[in-house]
T-cell receptor, first 111, second 114 residues
């Protein structure tokens, strides 16, 4: 079955710097890769996603890149702000049914 | 806005009790999911359902069962709660079909089994 690894487990950056979180997956049949942000006391919220027919997607300060050959995808956050502090999860799925999540990255943005 | 609600935010139960966790979504989504979240392990899929009365096992179904009698409601049942089922439980829904995979999560239920 699918296995998703995520690094780093914790990440601290200065406000205004960039943050990068990387995930690798094992199942070449996976075709959808979402990223979720979870704030304290809340459920995860989708922030960006990418499908296997696209190499990069950007939404304001957030971007995701996908390398299907190497089976890895990354989340990039530019110009980080304190409100970006949260736990971020990557996931992979084949046709949107059995999602497999990474273990999460706790991002702290220091003012 | 999609809304996924869970019946309780916090729940304390005793070992051996039967526990029901309820989830309701208001967007007519086809798919519904139950996950448990534990530190360092991320979210692990317990069961999912792609239609009323349909269910599929996820990665960790042992000790759990589910029920989906209506499209908007998906229930997770712990037949005989054990301490190792102490966890955060998250429900999610998604539109379904080949083009709509986006999941929307509820706020979670923190279950403690003593």
């Amino acid at each position: 079955g699918e296995n998703v690894e995520q690094h780093p487990s914790t990440l601290s950056v200065q406000e205004g710097d960039s943050a990068v979180i990387k995930c690798t997956y094992s199942d070449s049949a996976s075709n959808y890769f979402p990223w979720y942000k979870q704030e304290l006391g809340k459920g995860p919220q989708l922030i960006i996603d990418i499908r296997s027919n696209v190499g990069e997607k950007k939404d304001q300060r957030i971007a995701v890149t996908l390398n299907k050959t190497a089976k890895h995808f990354s989340l990039h956050i530019t110009e980080t702000q304190p409100e970006d502090s949260a736990v971020y999860f990557c996931a992979a799925t084949n046709y949107g049914q059995n999602f497999v999540f990474g273990p999460g990255t706790r991002l702290s943005v220091l003012p | 806005d999609v809304k996924v609600t869970q019946s309780s935010r916090y729940l304390v139960k005793r070992t051996g009790e039967k526990v029901f966790l309820e989830c309701v979504q208001d967007m007519d989504h086809e798919n519904m999911f139950w996950y448990r979240q534990d530190p360092g392990l991320g979210l692990r899929l317990i069961y999912f359902s792609y239609d009323v009365k349909m269910k599929e096992k996820g990665d960790i179904p042992e000790g759990y069962s589910v029920s989906r009698e209506k499209k908007e409601r998906f229930s997770l049942i712990l037949e005989s709660a054990s301490t190792n089922q102490t966890s955060m439980y998250l429900c999610a829904s998604s539109p379904g079909g080949l083009a709509a995979y986006e999941q929307y999560f509820g706020p979670g239920t923190r279950l403690t089994v003593t």
